[in-house]
């Protein structure tokens, strides 16, 4: 399998544009993740998925934000307008599946990442 | 709640050099643990796991065994080599059938030759 995709791998925009980031989870796999990743506040849980549907949103950081799974093998991750402040390292991770009741989950395989820019 | 809190970093080191990274959660119940590693410019990798209280996890030469009574899951390696260099993220995942994994700040060990 390749693994986790993700593209682009690098995004540089301006101010005010909207931003779109794609990623494909390894086939099979039921959770799908988007986290950020900043210096100053390290990795973020922005978003996850199960099976298509949207389990936690709690960590997406204002409105702008907004993410999609379409189908199984496919998720975007939207900022509209974006601003400089979004400049961060944006991941997607999928993961196969949980522990049994009463125990943690298994491990993320992540993507490499989208080094987004907003000037 | 559930969190994750590792030792401040930067940690530098001489090559062949004993590494510790301390490790401490806090959670509810049984939730897995995790080590990644991030190599610059690169995403998380797996480096090893740990599901229940005194299993130890090990990968090239990394080791972290599961203390539920110290609710502590600190990574050593005997002797590190220049290409450990990274950043090591612990991790925990919450029992209750999530998935999703909650994430300590990082620690960024440099190893000189």
């Not at chain 1, 693994?3 to 931003?19: A, D, F, K, Y």
């Not at chain 1, 998925?49 to 950081?61: A, H, K, L, R």
């Not at chain 2, 190599?39 to 599961?66: I, V």
């Amino acid at each position: 399998d390749a693994g986790v995709i993700q593209s682009p791998r690098h995004e540089v925009t301006e101010m005010g544009q909207e931003v779109t980031l794609r990623c494909k989870p390894i086939s099979g796999h039921d959770y799908l993740f988007w986290y950020r990743q900043t210096m100053m506040r390290g990795l973020e849980l922005l978003i996850y998925f199960n099976n298509n549907v949207p389990i936690d949103d709690s960590g997406m950081p204002e409105d702008r934000f907004s993410a999609k799974m379409p189908n199984a093998s496919f998720s975007t991750l939207k900022i509209q307008p974006s601003e400089p402040r979004d400049s961060a390292v944006y991941f997607c991770a999928s993961s196969p599946r949980v522990g049994r009741r009463g125990r943690g989950g298994t491990e993320a395989f992540f993507g490499q990442g989208t080094r987004l820019t907003v000037v | 709640g559930n969190s994750v809190t590792q030792m401040e970093g930067p940690v530098t080191l001489s090559e062949e050099a004993f590494l510790t990274i301390n490790c401490t959660y806090t959670a509810t119940g049984y939730p897995s643990l995790f080590w990644y590693v991030q190599y610059p410019g690169e995403g998380l990798q797996l480096l090893l796991k740990a599901t229940k209280a005194d299993d130890k996890g090990s990968n090239k030469g990394f080791e972290a065994t599961y203390r539920k009574e110290t609710t502590s899951f600190h990574l050593e390696k005997g002797s590190v080599q220049v290409s450990d260099s990274a950043v090591y993220f612990c991790a925990l995942s919450p029992p209750g059938n999530t998935g999703k994994l909650i994430f300590g700040q990082g620690t960024t060990l440099q190893v000189k030759p």
